[in-house]
């Protein structure tokens, strides 16, 4: 690449050779300014279409594949006369700008066994991510991915889609295929976000319980509409969920069979069945409660081997969060039916065994901290079941832009429970008037109701959007106001129209969340 520069140089000096030789230290200085100059821009120009472009990509991937082959000694030495010469054995590379694919010749010659288990070196070399093996005639093809950061979506885009959950651009969790997640991370690792991710999406679709021993991340939610009696953190309720479930697991067997439409193999989404997921966090400090209770201990194991055996075809699926999944709290039979298995955060070589398998005894599990410089969080490994798992970084939440995880669980409509096998969970169904608070109304009470308005019949007539009112709504209620019911559906005053109308006016003007709209709405009111 310097030789066009050097050439224009030459040419420059000979067309100018008697101004050089009158002022021979004045042009020698100038010639070598200009010569650093253009070396310098080369070398950046160099660098970038390295790092840059397939093209020299490829060439510098083959440059460091062959110095590999050298150094390892794979290669045939060829002697003609005193000259001897290095062959290679047959190796393609095939590169793209999302990774490259090395493939080895096998068919019988000396480093077929080498060949075979070459995978940890690929990732090594070229600073890659190991994400398939593949056997075609007599060769032995590796994928090594690259740049796996920018397939990082944001956590808005964590959503179902017809290939499952989205996770990365091309990482998706398909539950029905690969039923029962189980996640695993250190302090810090970013799991608890990454489930408040996974939660986010599911509750758009499904009915979600959520289990928090620690009394910590999750509590929170329990006041949530969308959430409604549907968290639990005492020891005593979380074991009664699960036993709930495996009743509801049952009933909704039940239910199937004897559904008209009825046909063995057939899952629970053919029956018109919302599926159900239970997210359990910590899974192995709820078990350390359970140390000196042997048949509550016995119950929650049988509990737990139940569900994860029985639960894909009635839709009823357990998400499983833990630091470490050792055999003493998850049996290793039963962590063998999880099908989609996610780390994030650093483990320990045992950690990723447990983790992943002996399909991915020659993975090479990195420690990065940083990437271009930055510190990055979230970052993991995600497999299916028996899979060689793939570098994996879970939902970018933009915590700095005021994001709230709270805000937006509360902005969500509530799915009603429907079907007869939700009765044993012995409630009414989550954002159905309860019996105990059902208005009863009498003669005097008709002019009353003859004022209401039903929320939805409201909604249409201004042109707000219903969540929205139902966010404001739940906000008024935590500071005591109370919304009538009329055949199961909220209702509002007159007075209260004008509450909403004015929150929503307050917003629109500026005010950073619908709570601070209702504050500076009563201070407008009550000067």
């Not at 290095?86 to 590169?95: A, D, E, Q």
């Not at 740049?147 to 979506?153: K, L, P, S, Y």
């Not at 420690?367 to 570098?391: C, L, P």
Request: with cysteine; proline share 3%; net charge negative.
């Amino acid at each position: 690449m310097l030789l066009p520069f050097l050439f224009m140089l030459g040419l420059y000096g000979y067309w100018h050779y008697q101004d050089i030789m009158v002022e021979p230290i004045l042009y020698s200085g100038i010639f070598i300014a200009i010569l650093l100059f253009f070396i310098i821009m080369v070398e950046i120009f160099n660098r970038y279409l390295y790092l840059k472009t397939t093209f020299f990509g490829r060439l510098d991937n083959l440059r460091v594949l062959s110095n590999y082959l050298y150094q390892h000694n794979y290669f045939f030495m060829k002697k003609t006369g005193d000259k001897k010469s290095v062959k290679f054995p047959k190796v393609y590379v095939k590169r793209d700008k999302y990774g490259l694919d090395a493939t080895f010749i096998l068919q019988g010659n000396k480093f077929q066994d080498k060949f075979l288990n070459i995978a940890k070196d690929l990732e090594i070399m070229f600073d890659g991510d190991f994400i398939d093996k593949v056997f075609i005639k007599g060769f032995v093809s590796y994928t090594i991915a690259f740049g796996r950061i920018e397939g990082r979506v944001n956590v808005r885009d964590v959503v179902l889609t017809d290939k499952g959950i989205r996770l990365m651009d091309n990482i998706y969790w398909d539950f029905n295929e690969h039923p029962h997640l189980l996640l695993a991370g250190g302090t810090g690792g970013g799991k608890t976000v990454l489930l408040f991710s996974l939660i986010k999406a599911l509750a758009e679709f499904a009915y979600v319980d959520i289990c928090d021993p620690k009394k910590s991340d999750f509590t929170g939610l329990k006041d949530i509409p969308v959430f409604q009696s549907r968290v639990f953190f005492e020891k005593e309720d979380m074991i009664q969920c699960l036993k709930d479930n495996v009743e509801f697991m049952d009933k909704r067997y039940e239910a199937m069979a004897n559904h008209p439409d009825f046909s063995p193999g057939k899952r629970y989404s053919a029956y018109g069945m919302k599926p159900k997921f239970i997210v359990f966090d910590e899974w192995a400090a709820f078990m350390a409660t359970l140390d000196n209770d042997y048949k509550s201990y016995a119950l929650v194991q049988e509990y737990l081997t139940q569900i994860i055996l029985k639960g894909r075809q009635a839709g009823l699926i357990v998400v499983l969060g833990m630091q470490r999944p050792d055999g003493e709290y998850v049996k290793t039979a039963l962590r063998d039916n999880f099908m989609k298995r996610v780390s994030v955060g650093h483990l320990e070589d045992t950690g990723y065994n447990m983790m992943y398998g002996e399909a991915n005894r020659n993975k090479e599990f990195k420690k990065i901290d940083k990437i271009n410089g930055k510190k990055v969080r979230g970052r993991g490994y995600i497999a299916n079941g028996g899979e060689i798992a793939q570098e994996f970084f879970s939902p970018f939440v933009p915590f700095d832009e005021g994001f709230s995880f709270i805000e937006l669980f509360q902005s969500m409509s509530v799915i009603p429970f429907e079907g007869e096998e939700f009765s044993v969970f012995g409630m009414s169904e989550v954002g159905v008037l309860k019996t105990d608070e059902a208005d009863v109304f009498d003669e005097g009470q008709d002019d009353v109701s003859s004022e209401l308005k039903l929320l939805k019949d409201y909604a249409v007539e201004t042109g707000l959007d219903i969540k929205v009112l139902r966010k404001i709504i739940d906000i008024l209620r935590g500071l005591g106001h109370e919304f009538e019911k009329m055949d199961n559906s909220l209702c509002l005053t007159p007075e209260q129209e004008i509450i909403l109308k004015g929150v929503v006016s307050e917003f629109e003007k500026g005010q950073p969340s619908y709570a601070k709209a209702v504050e500076v709405y009563f201070e407008g009111e009550n000067p």
